[in-house]
């Protein structure tokens, strides 16, 4: 058995008293990625206290042979998928895909997912080019999109919505 499936085997049962979900648990550079989530997200207290259960339990069962850095989080916004379950929680989301080689003269690809399973992905591509169907083996990255909002008009910069506060409060 794996490191990283001795460490999900041990850490599913204690995040899910913490009424946590167990997405991913991924070693890679010295670094051991504990990736949890719930409904309605998690706050920094969630993921503190589930840092010390899962810090804790790994001291107690030392499951990862050398030194590491323990890292719990969330999956974030742009969540990177990586085995078929990730891509079935998905479906409905804006991805983009890498494949390994090309596929039909292409390496990546951004759409819709509309399916997902054990064999494979289907996105409904960006700009109306019809369907794309990928094996698993055939994808080397994958990650939802999150729609940051409008892009700014051309020839402006960007500016966040505090530093227009700023402006509008220094210019009285």
Known sequence: MSPTDRVREL?????????????????????????????????????????????????EHDPVPGRYTLEVSSPGLERRLRTPDHFVRAIGSEVTVKTRTEVDGERRFRGTLVAA????????????????????????????????????????PKRSPARNQRKKASAR
């Open 11 to 59: 850490v599913e049962p204690v995040v899910a008293d913490l009424d946590i979900e167990l997405v991913d648990v991924e070693l890679t550079g010295g670094i051991l990625r504990v990736t949890v989530d719930r409904v309605g997200g998690l706050d920094l207290d969630v993921i503190a206290q589930a840092t010390r259960a899962v810090s804790r339990l790994l001291d």
């Open 117 to 156: 399973d054990e064999a494979g992905v289907t996105l409904r591509l960006a700009d109306d080019a019809g369907e794309r169907t990928l094996a698993h083996d055939q994808v080397e990255k994958a990650r939802t999109v999150f729609d940051w909002g409008p892009t700014p008009k051309p020839g402006q």
